[in-house]
């Protein structure tokens, strides 16, 4: 599994958590073959302090193979319940949520921030929820309670990097997933990814990934003419 150029070996209960902003592919030999169960769910459904710990930065994933069968009894009966709809469904998917993302941050060595880091850790997902709208340090201090020079601070202590770097990689992520997966025009990625114009949207996409947006849509293209 490649999650944001970052390379992770898939085995029989591999778990990972996937960002909605994240870019990630699978990547199968040939005569291989892959099986894979998707969880979604928002951070609404969690508790705040594992909402923190879930917001760390790198990707979250582990190895649950001596638990594979429980994995799988947990959410066979989790299918079921979505699809009869009793009373306290709900409440029980929010639960499984939870244990599912208590279970990955433990194996994973992720701890739950000290209350320090639960600042950072809100505005990164505040960004990550809100990235498509007029979204400022100013904005989400305000939201978050603080003020702009402190959440600043504290957020580039937590996350190396600055609030406006973490912003425009979230917004240049979702842009890519959005070339490479949709035909629709510059613009209109440029402005649902949250950028105010197509030519600023061009300049970071260059400055970040070292094309243009037209330039890494034409190669794919062609890349797939190709096959």
């Known amino acids: 599994c490649v999650i944001n150029d970052m390379r992770?070996?898939?085995?029989?209960?591999?778990?990972?958590?996937?960002?909605?902003?994240?870019m990630h592919r699978y990547e199968i030999a040939p005569g291989e073959e892959i099986n894979v169960c998707t969880v979604r769910f928002t951070s609404a459904l969690l508790d705040r302090e594992i909402v923190a710990a879930l917001s760390g930065g790198a990707p979250l994933i582990a190895d649950f193979s001596d638990r594979f069968d429980f994995l799988c009894a947990?959410?066979?009966?989790?299918?079921?319940?979505?699809?009869?709809?009793?009373e306290f469904s709900e409440i029980l998917f929010s639960g499984v949520c939870e244990r599912?993302?208590?279970m990955l941050c433990r194996r994973a060595g992720?701890?739950?921030?000290?209350?320090?880091?639960?600042?950072?850790?809100?505005?990164?997902?505040y960004i990550n929820?809100?990235?498509q709208g007029r979204?400022?340090?100013?904005?989400?201090?305000?939201?978050?309670?603080?003020?702009?020079?402190?959440?600043?601070?504290i957020f580039h202590e937590n996350m190396n990097m600055t609030f406006a770097e973490y912003l425009r990689r979230v917004r240049l992520i979702y842009a890519l997933n959005r070339i490479i997966n949709t035909d629709d025009t510059m613009q209109r990625i440029a402005l649902e990814s949250g950028f105010s114009a197509q030519s600023v949207f061009s300049r970071e996409f260059r400055k970040y990934y070292g094309k243009s947006p037209t330039e890494l849509r034409g190669g794919k293209m062609k890349t797939e003419e190709s096959k």
């Not at 992770?8 to 994240?22: A, E, K, N, V």
């Not at 992720?110 to 997902?125: E, Q, S, T, V």
């Not at 340090?137 to 305000?142: F, L, P, R, W």
């Open 8 to 22: 992770f070996p898939l085995s029989r209960g591999t778990m990972f958590l996937i960002l909605p902003t994240d």
């Open 74 to 86: 947990l959410l066979q009966e989790t299918r079921r319940e979505y699809l009869q709809r009793e």
């Open 100 to 102: 599912l993302a208590v």
């Open 110 to 125: 992720r701890a739950a921030p000290a209350a320090l880091n639960r600042i950072a850790a809100a505005a990164a997902d």
């Open 129 to 131: 929820r809100g990235y």
């Open 135 to 153: 979204i400022t340090v100013q904005s989400t201090a305000k939201a978050l309670g603080v003020s702009p020079n402190y959440l600043g601070k």
